[in-house]
Every structure is written in structure tokens, then in C-alpha cells.
């Protein structure tokens, strides 16, 4: 199985990360291999609305996106992880998305799904905030599933934890790790 997994915070060994690791280990154990993209790190520009891609579905940007196009068109699984950044997944992980607009042309205008492998597509959502407030899961969720449904991912799975703030504190939640290890295992389990 290809297993693709975007991480969207740009906090080093932060919550969303230690989180991602975990459901990649228990991946990893189960014998698939899997490419992380480290978005900010990534020269990815905002969708430009442009209308490039309305024809064609093919971005007319020249960047470090043309590596996740084919990675994301060859995907068996995709995850994506991201901290809550007011109400909503980060800059990083939005940007990504957004330039999934050629995807949107390609399936919705020039009605062309991703084809499926054998083992169909499947995603994981992995969304880390400090904050109390459920509206953030929701809103990143509603955005993780215009993505996910866009890059032709009939579903995915949620795991979020809300008041996990400081660098780090992820790993004093009681099932957190272990959650993320189980939800890594599920999304392989076919
Ligand atoms: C710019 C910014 C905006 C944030 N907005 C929210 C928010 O709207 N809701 C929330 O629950 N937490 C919010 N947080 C807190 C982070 O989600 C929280 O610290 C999280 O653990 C960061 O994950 P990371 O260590 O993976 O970067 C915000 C943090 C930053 C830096």
C-alpha cells in the first residue's frame, strides 16, 4: 500500500508531529511504507485562482506541488495532520489543500475521478488544539473532508484532541499515543 502523510504544523517535534509519528510507526509495523511531506518546509504558493487549471486540471504553478500531485494520485492512504490555527487547519495544511482546486477540475468539470487501486483510498485526519472549543475540530474537519472528497477519498477517519497546548504536552494525554497508534493500524487494516 502507498501511504502519503501531510504534517502542517510548523512547530518541530510538536504535538501534531509526535502524533503523526505514532500512527506512521504502527503504519510502518504493519509492513507499507510512508512518505511524509513536512509542508513548512515545502514551497508551496496559495492557489492563485487563476482558472489554469479549469480546462485541463493541471496547475500552471511551478513548484514543490507537482511532487504531491503525483503522490497524492498514487495514494492508497492519506493522512492528514494538522494543529487547529483559529478554528481551522494551518496556513501550511490550507495551502495544500487549495491547490487541489485542479483536482476539483479534474473530478467535478472533467468529470475524471482518481482511479482507485486495489485497495481503494482511504484517509486519516489528525487535528491537535489547545483550546476547548469543538468548533475548531469541526471546522478543520469540514475542510479535511473538502479535500479528502476531492482528491477522490470516498472517507476518512477523525482523531482529535482538544486543550493539548504546550510543546510537547500531547504526550501526557491519557490515550492520545496510543489512539493515534491504533488509528495508523485501522487505516491499513483493509
Ligand atoms: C496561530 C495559532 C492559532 C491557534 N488557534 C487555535 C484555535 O483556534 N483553537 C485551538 O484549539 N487552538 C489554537 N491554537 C493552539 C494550537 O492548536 C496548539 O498549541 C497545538 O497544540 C499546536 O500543535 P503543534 O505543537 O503541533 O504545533 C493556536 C496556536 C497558534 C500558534
Redesign the pocket.
Known amino acids: 500500500m502507498k501511504v502519503i502523510a501531510f504534517l502542517g ?3 518541530v517535534d ?6 503523526l509519528n505514532e500512527a506512521v510507526k504502527a503504519i510502518r509495523k504493519m509492513g507499507h511504507e510512508v512518505k511524509i511531506h513536512k509542508l513548512n518546509y515545502m514551497r508551496i504558493k496559495p492557489c492563485q485562482d487563476c482558472g489554469g487549471c479549469d480546462k485541463n486540471g493541471v496547475c500552471i504553478i511551478d513548484d514543490d506541488m507537482a511532487e504531491v500531485y503525483q503522490d497524492i494520485r498514487e495514494a492508497d492512504r492519506i493522512v492528514l495532520a ?7 487547519v ?1 496556513a501550511q495544511a490550507k495551502a495544500m489543500v487549495d491547490r487541489c482546486q485542479s483536482f476539483w477540475c479534474e473530478k467535478y468539470l472533467l468529470k475524471k475521478k482518481i482511479p482507485e487501486g486495489p485497495y481503494g483510498r482511504k484517509g486519516l485526519l489528525m487535528l ?6 469543538e468548533v ?1 475540530i469541526q471546522c478543520g474537519d469540514a475542510t479535511a473532508k473538502a479535500f479528502f472528497r476531492t482528491v477522490s477519498v470516498p472517507s476518512h477517519e477523525v482523531l482529535g484532541f ?9 504526550l501526557e494525554h491519557p490515550t492520545a499515543m496510543k489512539d493515534a497508534y491504533e488509528a495508523g493500524k485501522r487505516l491499513v487494516q483493509s
Open positions: 504544523s510548523p512547530r510538536g504535538n501534531t508531529e509526535l502524533l494538522s494543529p487547529i490555527f483559529f478554528f481551522g494551518s491537535v488544539g489547545g483550546m476547548k472549543k475548531g482538544l486543550q493539548v497546548d504546550a510543546k510537547g504536552a500531547i
